[in-house]
């Protein structure tokens, strides 16, 4: 029962020091103590869920026909493309997840400006660079382009990702149809629309940022071209010379440049009345793609700061309070191996806490609900053993003998009750991902991780103590000190 007790109470000093320290901080840094640089440093905030500081929710939905069939690829896409979005816009502690087969929902912790977030989670994205000819339409001006007309996914949608762009350098001009005046976007019913040409789309676009302008100080967008996209471009910018090539997004109008000479080395900035934010919003759209399929929002649900710090407290309090009445129950029922768990607990207790801020971990309501559970499972494990521990002294063995059989013939019980409360957070943490439940998602991941480091706990941490009171103290009176 004692043998290396020592180099296990080691390892158990280190990793409580590494919990505490997690802990008590807010980022990590490590330092070279030779000539002081800076080796690693790493955020530990812990990030707190949508019910515990406010924020935004949303559920957006595939704007396609209830009977179109939609690709999950299509959608983990969509879902990926939303994220970035949302993360380059500021939002960082947000969770984006696929509920359902047409559903994405979107949890936005601690967002402030939720009109920004909600604007950029619909638009598809899609940046055609359109022929005008000599005769260009106002900026804002909704057009109809030829792109997309012959290519479709089989529930109609155009799918710009996936089609090449392609530029024709012997190309006529654009139709006297093509090259109409501003006005022609208002045309009577009974005149065909105007159709402009999409010479390239946004496909081409390899890096995307925001300059401004060294002479007027003006934001604009500066793109690069890729490799395969460069010698097109020139080659219709070099038979193009002194037309205009508006910059359209999403058959909106952004800016009309007129092209005053051939670009050759595949870069060019879109111009236009752009603020910081409108040029920022504008590049994330391009940067991160056209969204493969159309999305509208289906809901929203938005939890004030107020009520989220109101769950917060509560949380604490009720935490608090239930880990005053578990420590006081183990040390007045079980005495001495009671208080060794109790110590064992709080042991618990930063470690697992240091896993969820190290690892940036979302907390919720719901998670910490998982939490407390499963610190309800280690005291069970601690429940049992010292229960078979006073049958054995009762038996009439030793103090050793008792310690010793106790955990052997608790260990069955203690091994099948983890395993089945692991595969019951696997199923639910599937349920949640499936389905968007990001309630049941995070109390089965929260419950998982406590019931691992508990597991650990009770087997290593509690034995270990408990082996190290018994050398040192030699209780005789074990009525008194184990309660039997």
Same mark, same amino acid.
């Given at each position: 029962?004692?043998?290396?007790?020592?180099?296990?109470?080691?390892?158990?000093?280190?990793?409580?020091?590494?919990?505490? &320290?997690?802990?008590?901080?807010?980022?990590?840094?490590?330092?070279?103590?030779?000539?002081?640089?800076?080796?690693?440093?790493?955020?530990?905030?812990?990030?707190?869920?949508?019910?515990?500081?406010?924020?935004?929710?949303?559920?957006?939905?595939?704007?396609?026909?209830?009977?179109?069939?939609?690709?999950?690829?299509?959608?983990?896409?969509?879902?990926?493309?939303?994220?970035?979005?949302?993360?380059?816009?500021?939002?960082?502690?947000?969770?984006?997840?696929?509920?359902?087969?047409?559903?994405?929902?979107?949890?936005?912790?601690?967002?402030?400006?939720?009109?920004?977030?909600?604007?950029?989670?619909?638009?598809?994205?899609?940046?055609?660079?359109?022929?005008?000819?000599?005769?260009?339409?106002?900026?804002?001006?909704?057009?109809?382009?030829?792109?997309?007309?012959?290519?479709?996914?089989?529930?109609?949608?155009?799918?710009?990702?996936?089609?090449?762009?392609?530029?024709?350098?012997?190309?006529?001009?654009?139709?006297?149809?093509?090259?109409?005046?501003?006005?022609?976007?208002?045309?009577?019913?009974?005149?065909?629309?105007?159709?402009?040409?999409?010479?390239?789309?946004?496909?081409?676009?390899?890096?995307?940022?925001?300059?401004?302008?060294?002479?007027?100080?003006?934001?604009?967008?500066?793109?690069?071209?890729?490799?395969?996209?460069?010698?097109?471009?020139?080659?219709?910018?070099?038979?193009?010379?002194?037309?205009?090539?508006?910059?359209?997004?999403?058959?909106?109008?952004?800016?009309?440049?007129?092209?005053?000479?051939?670009?050759?080395?595949?870069?060019?900035?879109?111009?236009?009345?752009?603020?910081?934010?409108?040029?920022?919003?504008?590049?994330?759209?391009?940067?991160?793609?056209?969204?493969?399929?159309?999305?509208?929002?289906?809901?929203?649900?938005?939890?004030?700061?107020?009520?989220?710090?109101?769950?917060?407290?509560?949380?604490?309090?009720?935490?608090?309070?239930?880990?005053?009445?578990?420590?006081?129950?183990?040390?007045?029922?079980?005495?001495?191996?009671?208080?060794?768990?109790?110590?064992?607990?709080?042991?618990?207790?930063?470690?697992?806490?240091?896993?969820?801020?190290?690892?940036?971990?979302?907390?919720?309501?719901?998670?910490?609900?998982?939490?407390?559970?499963?610190?309800?499972?280690?005291?069970?494990?601690?429940?049992?053993?010292?229960?078979?521990?006073?049958?054995?002294?009762?038996?009439?063995?030793?103090?050793?003998?008792?310690?010793?059989?106790?955990?052997?013939?608790?260990?069955?019980?203690?091994?099948?009750?983890?395993?089945?409360?692991?595969?019951?957070?696997?199923?639910?943490? &599937?349920?949640?991902?499936?389905?968007?439940?990001?309630?049941?998602?995070?109390?089965?991941?929260?419950?998982?991780?406590?019931?691992?480091?508990?597991?650990?706990?009770?087997?290593?941490?509690?034995?270990?103590?408990?082996?190290?009171?018994?050398? &040192?103290?030699?209780?005789?009176?074990?009525?008194?000190?184990?309660?039997?």
């Amino acid at each position: 029962m004692f043998r290396n007790q020592y180099t296990r109470l080691f390892i158990i000093l280190l990793i409580s020091a590494l919990a505490i &320290w997690i802990d008590a901080s807010n980022t990590l840094k490590v330092t070279n103590p030779i000539n002081s640089e800076l080796v690693m440093q790493r955020s530990v905030n812990p990030r707190l869920g949508l019910d515990l500081q406010g924020g935004l929710q949303v559920l957006l939905e595939a704007d396609l026909p209830a009977n179109a069939a939609i690709d999950a690829e299509a959608i983990s896409v969509a879902r990926t493309i939303i994220e970035n979005r949302t993360n380059a816009l500021g939002v960082s502690e947000n969770v984006i997840q696929v509920a359902g087969d047409r559903r994405i929902v979107g949890d936005f912790p601690g967002l402030e400006d939720s009109e920004a977030v909600l604007a950029i989670l619909q638009r598809t994205g899609l940046l055609e660079f359109v022929d005008m000819g000599t005769s260009p339409v106002e900026a804002g001006t909704i057009i109809q382009t030829d792109y997309g007309q012959s290519s479709t996914t089989p529930s109609g949608s155009s799918t710009p990702e996936s089609t090449t762009p392609t530029i024709t350098p012997t190309q006529a001009a654009p139709t006297p149809a093509a090259t109409g005046t501003p006005e022609a976007t208002a045309t009577p019913a009974t005149e065909a629309p105007i159709i402009y040409h999409t010479a390239m789309t946004g496909a081409a676009l390899k890096t995307v940022t925001v300059v401004r302008d060294t002479t007027t100080g003006a934001y604009e967008i500066s793109f690069v071209l890729k490799t395969d996209s460069s010698q097109l471009f020139s080659d219709y910018t070099g038979s193009h010379t002194n037309q205009y090539l508006a910059i359209v997004l999403d058959k909106e109008v952004i800016s009309v440049p007129v092209i005053k000479n051939q670009i050759s080395d595949g870069q060019g900035v879109i111009q236009g009345n752009f603020t910081n934010d409108s040029a920022n919003a504008l590049a994330i759209q391009l940067r991160y793609g056209s969204l493969p399929v159309p999305l509208k929002i289906v809901e929203t649900r938005i939890v004030g700061p107020t009520l989220g710090e109101d769950s917060l407290q509560k949380s604490l309090i009720a935490g608090i309070a239930g880990m005053i009445i578990v420590i006081l129950f183990m040390a007045l029922y079980y005495r001495l191996p009671g208080i060794v768990a109790d110590i064992s607990i709080l042991f618990y207790a930063a470690i697992a806490f240091a896993i969820f801020k190290y690892f940036h971990f979302t907390l919720t309501l719901p998670g910490i609900a998982g939490f407390m559970l499963s610190t309800g499972a280690a005291l069970d494990a601690n429940i049992l053993i010292f229960e078979r521990l006073k049958e054995e002294l009762r038996s009439g063995r030793t103090l050793a003998q008792a310690v010793d059989q106790g955990w052997k013939r608790a260990w069955s019980s203690i091994r099948d009750s983890n395993i089945a409360a692991l595969i019951t957070s696997i199923i639910l943490f &599937w349920f949640g991902s499936t389905f968007g439940a990001t309630i049941v998602k995070g109390f089965s991941l929260t419950l998982a991780i406590g019931v691992i480091v508990s597991l650990f706990t009770a087997i290593f941490v509690t034995r270990t103590l408990l082996a190290l009171v018994l050398q &040192w103290f030699k209780p005789m009176n074990h009525s008194r000190w184990f309660g039997i």
